[in-house]
C-alpha cells in the first residue's frame, strides 16, 4: 500500500516520498485513515516504529487549510522530554513543506519571550513539554480554546515522569469537541483511565516491536564486575572499527560524566548528555552528534529518549537499565527502518534479575558473549592483536559479536 492509498494527499505523499518513505509502516497504515476520519486513537506502538509521522501526518492534512491565529493554535502535540519536542519539530518541518503550517516547540530551558513572541504572531501547531506550556498558559501567553487535535506522545512515560497532573490540566482547558490521538510503548491500566477520561470510543491499535528488534538487532551480554566495564567498553568500542555513531547509556547522570571523561581520556571521540546540562549544550551536542563530529554519545535514559539519530550501528548498555522497558528504548536507538544494529549490555551479578525481567519482556535469553579482559589495552595497539585474534577483523565484525568476541 501506497501512502496516497491510505488516505494522505497526493502533495503530502509527494514530501515523504522526497524524505524516501515510500511505504507506510504497519502504525502509519493502521493509525492514520483512523486519523483523517476525525477518530480517536489510543495506539499501542514504541519509538521506532514511525509512529511519529502516524500523528503528524493526518494532523498536518486535518489543519491544512487552517490560518494561524494570535495566541491561538490548533493543534498541541504533548511530549515527555525536549529532545523528543526537538525532534518531533524538526519532523514537522520537513513533513509540512509548502503546506504554510506553521509550528513552535515549546520546551523548558529556552528563552520563554522569544516563545511567546512567536505565539502572538501565530502558530497553528504546538509541540511541547506539559511544564512550559501549562507555565505560557497561565501566564495568559496562550489560548486553548481553538484546538482540535491534541496528541499525547508516549504516554507511559509522561506517566512515569509525573507530568499527568499538567497533562490533565492542558486537556481541562480545551475544547471538548476535538480529536485526542493517544501514544504509548505500554498499555497499562493507568494508561487506559487516562484514555477512558480523554478519549471518545477510542480505536486500539497495538503494534509490537519486538519481532522486528530480534530482527535486525544483534543482541549480546558480557557478563563481568563492575571493575572490569571500563576495560570491556574500550575493547568493544576499539573492536568495531568503524566510524558509525555509538550510544552508550549509563543509569546515572554522574557515570555519565565520569565515563566520558574517561573515554577522552582513551582518546575516544566521546560527548556527555544528561539532563543536568543546559538546553543550549544539550542541543549542541546532539547536533554535533548528527553531524558526525563525534563518534560516541555516553547518555542516560530520560535524555536520550526517542533519540533518532540514523546510522547508528553499535548501542552499548554500561549499566542494565532499572525499567526493562527502558532496554526496548535504548537498543531501538539502533537496527532503525530496517537496518542492522548491534546492542551489547555489561551484567554484574546484582544485575541478574533486571536481566530476568528484560529476558522475560522480550521473550527470549539474550545470547552470553565473552571478552578476554586479561589482555591490557594499549592505544596503538592493532585491533586484532588487542582482542587477541591472530587476524585482520573485518569492519563488521560485531554483527556477530559471538564469532568474533568469544
Ligand atoms: P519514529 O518511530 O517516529 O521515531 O520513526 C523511526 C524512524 O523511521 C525515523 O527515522 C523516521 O524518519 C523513519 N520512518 C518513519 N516512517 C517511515 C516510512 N514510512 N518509511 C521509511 N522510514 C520511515
Same mark, same amino acid.
Given at each position: %500500500?501506497?501512502?496516497?492509498?491510505?488516505?494522505?494527499?497526493?502533495?503530502?505523499?509527494?514530501?515523504?516520498?522526497?524524505?524516501?518513505? #515510500?511505504? =507506510?509502516?504497519?502504525?502509519?497504515?493502521?493509525?492514520?485513515?483512523?486519523?483523517?476520519?476525525? +477518530?480517536?486513537?489510543?495506539?499501542?506502538?514504541?519509538?521506532?516504529?514511525?509512529?511519529?509521522?502516524?500523528?503528524?501526518?493526518?494532523?498536518?492534512?486535518?489543519?491544512?487549510?487552517?490560518?494561524?491565529? &494570535?495566541?491561538?493554535?490548533?493543534?498541541?502535540?504533548?511530549? =515527555?522530554?525536549?529532545?523528543?519536542?526537538?525532534?518531533?519539530?524538526?519532523?514537522?518541518?520537513?513533513?509540512?513543506?509548502?503546506?504554510?503550517?506553521?509550528?513552535?516547540?515549546?520546551?523548558?530551558?529556552?528563552?520563554?519571550?522569544?516563545?511567546?513572541?512567536?505565539?502572538?504572531?501565530?502558530?497553528?501547531?504546538?509541540?511541547?513539554? *506539559?511544564?512550559?506550556?501549562?507555565?505560557?498558559?497561565?501566564?495568559?501567553?496562550?489560548?486553548?480554546? $481553538?484546538?482540535?487535535?491534541?496528541?499525547?506522545? !508516549?504516554?507511559?512515560? %509522561?506517566?512515569? %515522569?509525573?507530568?499527568? *497532573?499538567?497533562?490533565? +490540566?492542558?486537556?481541562?482547558?480545551? =475544547?471538548?469537541?476535538?480529536?485526542?490521538?493517544?501514544?504509548?510503548?505500554?498499555?497499562?491500566?493507568?494508561?487506559?483511565?487516562?484514555?477512558?477520561?480523554?478519549?471518545?470510543?477510542?480505536?486500539?491499535?497495538?503494534?509490537?516491536?519486538?519481532?522486528?528488534?530480534?530482527?535486525?538487532?544483534?543482541?549480546?551480554?558480557?557478563?563481568?564486575?563492575?571493575?572490569?566495564?571500563?576495560?570491556?567498553?574500550?575493547?568493544?568500542?576499539?573492536?568495531?572499527?568503524?566510524?558509525?555513531?555509538?550510544?552508550?547509556?549509563?543509569?546515572?547522570?554522574?557515570?555519565?560524566?565520569?565515563?566520558?571523561?574517561?573515554?577522552?581520556? &582513551? /582518546?575516544?571521540?566521546?560527548?556527555?548528555?544528561?539532563?543536568?546540562? #543546559?538546553?543550549?549544550?544539550?542541543? !549542541?551536542?546532539?547536533?554535533?552528534?548528527?553531524?558526525?563530529?563525534?563518534?560516541?554519545?555516553?547518555?542516560?535514559?530520560?535524555?536520550?529518549?526517542?533519540?533518532?539519530?540514523?546510522?547508528?550501528?553499535?548501542?552499548?548498555?554500561? #549499566?542494565?537499565?532499572?525499567?526493562?522497558?527502558?532496554?526496548? &528504548?535504548?537498543?531501538?536507538?539502533?537496527?532503525?527502518?530496517?537496518?542492522?544494529? $548491534?546492542?551489547?549490555?555489561?551484567?554484574? +551479578?546484582?544485575?541478574? /534479575?533486571?536481566?530476568?525481567?528484560?529476558?522475560?519482556?522480550?521473550? &527470549?535469553?539474550? +545470547?552470553?558473549?565473552?571478552?578476554?579482559? $586479561?589482555?591490557?589495552?594499549?592505544? #596503538?595497539?592493532?585491533?586484532? /592483536?588487542?582482542?587477541?585474534?591472530?587476524?585482520?577483523?573485518?569492519?563488521? %565484525?560485531?554483527?556477530?559479536?559471538?564469532?568474533?568476541?568469544?
Amino acid at each position: %500500500m501506497s501512502f496516497s492509498e491510505i488516505g494522505l494527499t497526493q502533495e503530502l505523499a509527494d514530501t515523504v516520498a522526497k524524505l524516501g518513505y #515510500d511505504v =507506510p509502516t504497519p502504525i502509519q497504515s493502521q493509525a492514520i485513515p483512523l486519523a483523517l476520519q476525525g +477518530k480517536d486513537i489510543l495506539a499501542c506502538a514504541q519509538t521506532g516504529t514511525g509512529k511519529t509521522a502516524a500523528f503528524l501526518l493526518p494532523t498536518i492534512e486535518t489543519l491544512k487549510h487552517s490560518r494561524a491565529r &494570535h495566541r491561538m493554535p490548533s493543534a498541541v502535540i504533548l511530549i =515527555p522530554t525536549r529532545e523528543l519536542a526537538t525532534q518531533v519539530y524538526d519532523n514537522f518541518v520537513s513533513y509540512s513543506a509548502g503546506t504554510g503550517l506553521k509550528a513552535i516547540s515549546i520546551v523548558g530551558g529556552e528563552i520563554i519571550s522569544i516563545q511567546e513572541r512567536i505565539l502572538k504572531r501565530g502558530v497553528d501547531i504546538l509541540i511541547a513539554t *506539559p511544564g512550559r506550556l501549562i507555565d505560557l498558559f497561565e501566564r495568559g501567553k496562550l489560548i486553548l480554546t $481553538n484546538i482540535k487535535v491534541v496528541v499525547i506522545d !508516549e504516554a507511559d512515560r %509522561m506517566l512515569d %515522569m509525573g507530568f499527568m *497532573p499538567d497533562v490533565d +490540566k492542558i486537556l481541562a482547558y480545551m =475544547p471538548k469537541l476535538r480529536q485526542t490521538l493517544m501514544f504509548s510503548a505500554t498499555l497499562s491500566p493507568e494508561v487506559k483511565r487516562i484514555s477512558q477520561s480523554y478519549q471518545l470510543q477510542p480505536c486500539e491499535i497495538k503494534i509490537s516491536r519486538s519481532a522486528k528488534t530480534a530482527e535486525t538487532i544483534e543482541q549480546s551480554i558480557v557478563r563481568l564486575n563492575e571493575m572490569e566495564k571500563r576495560i570491556a567498553l574500550r575493547k568493544v568500542l576499539k573492536s568495531n572499527p568503524s566510524i558509525d555513531p555509538t550510544v552508550v547509556f549509563c543509569n546515572r547522570k554522574k557515570d555519565v560524566d565520569i565515563l566520558t571523561k574517561s573515554l577522552q581520556r &582513551h /582518546k575516544f571521540s566521546a560527548q556527555a548528555l544528561h539532563g543536568d546540562m #543546559d538546553q543550549r549544550s544539550r542541543n !549542541e551536542t546532539l547536533e554535533n552528534f548528527r553531524k558526525g563530529n563525534y563518534r560516541i554519545l555516553v547518555t542516560t535514559d530520560v535524555a536520550a529518549r526517542g533519540i533518532d539519530v540514523s546510522g547508528i550501528t553499535l548501542v552499548v548498555n554500561f #549499566d542494565v537499565p532499572i525499567h526493562e522497558e527502558d532496554y526496548v &528504548h535504548r537498543i531501538g536507538r539502533t537496527g532503525r527502518a530496517g537496518k542492522n544494529g $548491534n546492542a551489547i549490555m555489561f551484567v554484574t +551479578k546484582t544485575e541478574d /534479575k533486571k536481566l530476568k525481567r528484560i529476558e522475560s519482556l522480550i521473550k &527470549h535469553t539474550i +545470547k552470553e558473549i565473552k571478552i578476554d579482559l $586479561n589482555v591490557v589495552m594499549e592505544e #596503538d595497539e592493532p585491533t586484532e /592483536k588487542v582482542l587477541g585474534f591472530g587476524r585482520i577483523i573485518p569492519p563488521f %565484525m560485531l554483527v556477530d559479536p559471538l564469532k568474533f568476541l568469544a
